[in-house]
């Protein structure tokens, strides 16, 4: 069983009953938003943002990891443009927990002819069968690709959640014989679409006829199981071990154009545990860099330098009573070197990053909190 929604559902109880910190450095470019994830810049400037949603009213479901969920169509694609908000696309499938933890629309890239292409994440632990049980279809569409057509209509492209089912590359790693998907990044390339799925531990390609393979899958790590408060303690026991899950959960082509991939880690998500891989199709992913925690997404400067934003730099485990996990941005030099954090002051549980033109950085805020407390704010670095 993965662990990603376990640690997130853990920042979102916490922030749905504490009031947010001030915003970053920059102010907002928009607020008001309903769990904004991932962004990206088009070629004029317009700023789109995969808004996960508030969930709905169309049936609810114990989720195999969260909880009791509800479901209905309030996930969009949205568009920033001269200061204004729009929704370039809207209805699309969502689910909201209890707890606040929402899953829906999960990252938005932009081609280089300007073609929009968007996920909606989910559905977690059971792949397609979870989906597919959801009551008067509302799990339709949940765990696809789609992109926008000439029209302004969204277009359904791959069925990944599907994909996980019939495949499940990731079966022969430990605690991995079930199907898991989340896809959670995706990044246009001249070869297709790629794809993190973060429930799956791999990366896929989708083709432009909509057909998947499987790019890489990272490798599941052994760790010292957390400590568990209520056990006796015994000075002669050895630390027992689970199987960490690496939860792929960013994509983006570099300059030398080999693909980069940071992870979220699963439990216990341990501090300074996550790296950024560097893949090469038909090779074993390599590290990158090394010493992040909770990586949730990736961006390229123009110069080569990589951005790493984390959605929790103290460890998702770590969030206690004082207010929701606090955020933190790194940047790795030109070709690889040793990370510089940035002292970005009020990210909370930041879900995407994107860079400007002009070298400027747009993150989304507050992913996995309650409704209308997302924004996206912009940074100089």
Same mark, same amino acid.
């Given at each position: 069983?993965?662990?990603?929604? $376990?640690?997130?559902?853990?920042?979102?109880?916490?922030?749905?009953?504490?009031?947010?910190?001030?915003?970053?450095?920059?102010? =907002?470019? +928009?607020?008001?938003?309903?769990?904004?994830?991932?962004?990206?810049?088009?070629?004029?400037?317009?700023?789109?943002?995969?808004?996960?949603?508030?969930?709905?009213?169309?049936?609810?479901?114990? !989720?195999?990891?969260?909880?009791?969920?509800? &479901?209905?169509?309030?996930?969009?694609?949205?568009?920033?443009?001269?200061?204004?908000?729009?929704?370039?696309?809207?209805?699309?499938?969502?689910?909201?927990?209890?707890?606040?933890? *929402?899953?829906?629309?999960?990252?938005?890239?932009?081609?280089?002819?300007?073609?929009?292409?968007?996920?909606?994440?989910?559905?977690?632990?059971?792949?397609?069968?979870?989906?597919?049980?959801?009551?008067?279809?509302?799990?339709?569409?949940?765990? !696809?690709?789609?992109?926008?057509?000439?029209?302004?209509? *969204? $277009?359904?492209?791959?069925?990944?959640?599907?994909?996980?089912?019939?495949?499940?590359?990731?079966?022969?790693?430990?605690?991995?014989?079930?199907? =898991?998907?989340?896809?959670?990044?995706? @990044? *246009?390339?001249?070869?297709? /679409?790629?794809?993190?799925?973060?429930?799956?531990?791999?990366? $896929?390609?989708? @083709?432009?006829?909509?057909?998947?393979?499987?790019?890489?899958? &990272?490798?599941?790590?052994?760790?010292?199981?957390?400590?568990?408060?209520?056990?006796?303690?015994?000075?002669?026991?050895?630390?027992?071990?689970?199987?960490? =899950?690496?939860?792929?959960?960013?994509?983006?082509?570099?300059?030398?154009?080999?693909?980069?991939?940071?992870?979220?880690?699963?439990?216990?998500?341990?501090?300074?545990? @996550?790296? /950024? &891989?560097?893949?090469?199709?038909?090779?074993?992913?390599?590290?990158?860099?090394?010493? &992040?925690?909770?990586?949730?997404?990736?961006?390229?400067?123009?110069?080569?330098?990589?951005?790493?934003?984390?959605? +929790?730099?103290?460890?998702?485990?770590?969030?206690?009573?004082?207010?929701?996990?606090?955020?933190?941005?790194?940047?790795?030099?030109?070709?690889?070197?040793?990370?510089?954090?940035?002292?970005?002051?009020?990210?909370?549980?930041?879900?995407?990053? @994107? /860079?400007?033109?002009?070298?400027?950085?747009?993150?989304?805020?507050?992913?996995?909190?309650?409704?209308?407390?997302?924004?996206?704010?912009?940074?100089?670095?």
């Amino acid at each position: 069983m993965r662990s990603r929604y $376990q640690g997130v559902a853990i920042a979102a109880t916490m922030a749905v009953a504490l009031a947010m910190p001030a915003a970053a450095q920059g102010g =907002d470019v +928009a607020s008001g938003l309903n769990s904004p994830r991932g962004i990206a810049i088009g070629p004029d400037g317009t700023i789109y943002v995969a808004e996960a949603g508030t969930g709905g009213d169309v049936a609810c479901a114990e !989720h195999p990891e969260l909880g009791h969920m509800c &479901f209905g169509p309030s996930g969009a694609i949205l568009a920033i443009k001269d200061g204004t908000t729009t929704r370039l696309v809207d209805g699309l499938p969502a689910g909201l927990t209890d707890n606040g933890e *929402a899953i829906g629309p999960s990252d938005v890239a932009v081609a280089d002819d300007g073609t929009v292409w968007f996920l909606v994440g989910g559905p977690g632990a059971g792949a397609s069968g979870f989906r597919d049980s959801l009551e008067n279809g509302a799990g339709d569409g949940i765990g !696809h690709l789609y992109m926008v057509g000439p029209d302004g209509a *969204a $277009q359904a492209v791959a069925d990944l959640a599907q994909y996980e089912t019939d495949m499940n590359p990731d079966a022969a790693q430990p605690g991995n014989a079930e199907p =898991d998907s989340n896809a959670n990044s995706l @990044a *246009a390339t001249v070869d297709g /679409v790629l794809v993190a799925d973060a429930g799956g531990n791999d990366l $896929q390609l989708v @083709a432009a006829d909509g057909t998947i393979s499987t790019i890489a899958v &990272f490798p599941v790590q052994m760790q010292p199981a957390p400590v568990d408060p209520t056990a006796s303690p015994d000075p002669s026991a050895e630390p027992a071990m689970i199987p960490m =899950d690496p939860v792929p959960t960013s994509v983006v082509v570099g300059p030398d154009g080999a693909y980069y991939v940071g992870q979220l880690t699963g439990l216990p998500f341990p501090p300074g545990g @996550a790296s /950024v &891989f560097r893949v090469v199709p038909g090779e074993d992913p390599t590290v990158y860099a090394s010493g &992040f925690t909770n990586i949730m997404d990736l961006a390229f400067a123009a110069d080569g330098s990589l951005y790493v934003l984390e959605i +929790a730099k103290d460890s998702l485990i770590n969030a206690g009573p004082d207010g929701p996990p606090a955020g933190g941005l790194w940047k790795i030099p030109p070709g690889g070197g040793d990370p510089e954090m940035l002292n970005v002051e009020g990210l909370v549980m930041p879900g995407g990053i @994107a /860079v400007a033109d002009d070298g400027s950085l747009y993150i989304t805020n507050c992913s996995a909190c309650p409704a209308g407390a997302g924004s996206v704010i912009n940074i100089t670095p």
